[in-house]
């Protein structure tokens, strides 16, 4: 599905970004493996997580080089993306699993911790993808290149709320908001933007106290390369026009994410002199059951997902 396909999957030194790679490269691409190599808070370097998963691809027969870097850095994500131009001659697809966690309720969040997490996951998809979208509009207003670029972020369910990780939840929430907009910048340019929520049994999720986690979550049922299908399709020419989406994939369960949007709405005409909008808090209060009917407005916990085939 990925033949003369150039790939680069940052953070793809272990879990999800790993297994992301090596199925890309089994399904004919050419992936560059971007990893700093960092430990799960963020803290250190090491190559040998990106250089693991290049051999791993190489010995089973792909092509894949390895790059390290900190993906919040504009000079470097820019390099990242010159070097695998200069190797490979392109940029088809760009995948974006980097990220740490700093785990706190808000009430004991650091500053720290909270700039920390917010750099990695939120300021690293911009670094990305504004020298991504940089390269691919000069390359489409110099050639029109017919095929789609791909640009997939990676979100995660925690943006509707996680207790214990307001850091995490509102950069994977920001990711939404970055892809979703650029989705609409990026369409001229023949670039599609998408959003991922992975659910898989990862070095995140076991670092989160036990009685915290999800229950029957096991490497088996719920491991990394049970998420790698979805985004190795994404950045297939199969995905073409598919842009603006989150979509979900874990343990079997492909999912298609709504956008934040208006679910219902009462429109009060405005007078021209009025001051508080045409509404009273009065009105609202008299119209909250009206507007609110057959949804829930106590939102302390994740919405259940109906199933649309057994």
Same mark, same amino acid.
């Given at each position: 599905?990925?033949?003369?396909t150039?790939c ?11 297994e ?22 963020g803290?250190g370097?090491? !190559?040998?997580?990106?250089?693991q @998963? ?24 820019d ?10 001659g ?33 300021k690293?998809h ?8 940089q390269?691919?509009?000069?390359r489409? #207003?110099a050639e ?6 791909s640009f ?19 950069a ?6 970055? !892809?979703r907009?650029?989705a609409? #910048? ?11 929520w992975p ?10 106290p ?7 979550? @096991? ?5 990394p390369?049970l998420?790698?299908?979805l ?22 369960e492909?999912?298609?994410?709504s956008?934040?949007?208006r679910?219902?709405?009462i ?14 808090? #009065? ?14 407005t ?9 199933n649309?085939?057994?």
């Amino acid at each position: 599905m990925l033949e003369d396909t150039v790939c680069i999957v940052a953070g793809a030194g272990r879990g999800i970004g790993e297994e992301t790679a090596k199925l890309m490269a089994d399904e004919g691409a050419a992936v560059v493996v971007a990893d700093l190599g960092a430990d799960l808070s963020g803290e250190g370097e090491d !190559t040998q997580p990106a250089q693991q @998963t290049v051999d791993d691809i190489v010995e089973a027969g792909g092509e894949a080089m390895a790059h390290y870097g900190d993906i919040t850095d504009l000079d470097y994500t820019d390099q990242l993306i010159e070097d695998t131009v200069d190797e490979y001659g392109a940029v088809h697809s760009i995948t974006n699993f980097a990220g740490i966690l700093r785990d706190r309720m808000i009430f004991n969040m650091t500053e720290e911790e909270w700039d920390a997490v917010i750099d990695v996951h939120l300021k690293g998809h911009f670094s990305l993808l504004r020298n991504a979208s940089q390269h691919w509009k000069s390359r489409y #207003e110099a050639e029109e290149f017919e095929r789609q670029r791909s640009f997939l972020g990676v979100s995660s369910s925690a943006a509707i709320g996680w207790a214990g990780q307001p850091n995490y939840a509102a950069a994977k929430a920001g990711v939404l908001g970055l !892809t979703r907009n650029c989705a609409q #910048e990026l369409e001229r340019y023949n670039v599609r933007v998408n959003s991922l929520w992975p659910e898989a049994y990862t070095r995140m999720y076991k670092s989160i106290p036990e009685e915290y986690q999800p229950d029957g979550m @096991t490497d088996e049922t719920h491991g990394p390369q049970l998420v790698a299908p979805l985004p190795a399709f994404l950045a297939s020419e199969a995905a073409t026009d598919i842009t603006g989406c989150t979509v979900g994939l874990g343990s079997g369960e492909l999912s298609f994410i709504s956008d934040p949007d208006r679910e219902r709405k009462i429109i009060k005409e405005v007078p021209a002199d009025t001051k508080t909008g045409g509404w009273t808090p #009065e009105q609202i209060a008299d119209a909250w059951d009206n507007l609110t009917d057959g949804y829930e407005t106590k939102r302390t916990s994740k919405p259940s997902i109906p199933n649309v085939q057994n």
